[in-house]
């Protein structure tokens, strides 16, 4: 599983270059229990004071001045977590020689609202088992991280979310179809799919090694007849 820039993790204890802690949810004030794991140390740095903005777009190039033309250092995945120190004209400084332009970060308190529309910033990405959207993403990255900048704490796993995201719908695996609507949380073993409209499934999946928008029943059709059954819907 990915971290991403900003993203706090407790540390335990060290050895050979290597922390032992707990990841911080993405979503402060959650009582939810996270990962345990380790992380390169060279991964982590020293606590920042708490981030005041997010990133906004699918990846934001942090340059070394504050001047479009300037060195790219790196570039910020969606959702990641900055502290803004100091503005000047179009730009955000976040540390020395990192410089954001405002258009590519908001407030934290001013999260997205449609996390579907957030999730369909995604499209076209390459899919990465156990990605968050640095170099690539998985299925419940792409529903953790949409829905994070709109202030919903997710599980990282498709089995985690499929318990705790939303309401569970009256579906039973086997069932016909429920009334959907765009919004709905499809669940198979292992997977996880958004309705980005009642007939249409937005996920990312290695079936075509990224995140797509493709008709609803075709993708059913297409799983069921290589053994994986629709099990559970949900629905925020």
Not at 51 to 71: E, W
Request: glycine share 10%; hydrophobic share 40%; proline share 5%.
């Amino acid at each position: 599983m990915e971290l991403v820039f900003g993203q706090g993790f407790d540390v335990y204890d060290e050895e050979n270059g290597w922390a032992l802690g707990r990841v911080v949810s993405l979503v402060p004030q959650t009582s939810r229990q996270t990962y345990v794991g380790c992380v390169s140390l060279d991964s982590l740095g020293a606590p920042i004071s708490e981030p005041s903005h997010f990133i906004s777009v699918l990846s934001a190039p942090m340059f070394s001045q504050s001047d479009l033309k300037s060195q790219i250092v790196l570039s910020l995945p969606l959702g990641a977590a900055v502290s803004v120190v100091a503005e000047e004209g179009d730009y955000f400084r976040i540390g020395e020689g990192q410089w954001l332009h405002r258009l590519h970060a908001r407030p934290k308190t001013q999260p997205f609202q449609d996390f579907v529309e957030v999730a369909q910033l995604y499209l076209g990405q390459s899919y990465v088992w156990g990605g968050n959207g640095a170099r690539g993403v998985d299925c419940s990255g792409l529903v953790q991280m949409s829905s994070a900048v709109c202030g919903i704490d997710s599980p990282r796993d498709a089995s985690q979310q499929e318990l705790h995201l939303g309401e569970r719908l009256d579906f039973n695996e086997g069932d016909a179809l429920p009334d959907l609507q765009r919004g709905d949380l499809l669940f198979w073993l292992g997977h996880v799919g958004i309705l980005s409209a009642p007939d249409s499934l937005l996920h990312a999946n290695a079936t075509h090694m990224m995140c797509v928008e493709e008709p609803l029943l075709p993708a059913l059709q297409r799983m069921s007849e290589g053994g994986v059954d629709l099990r559970s819907i949900r629905r925020f």
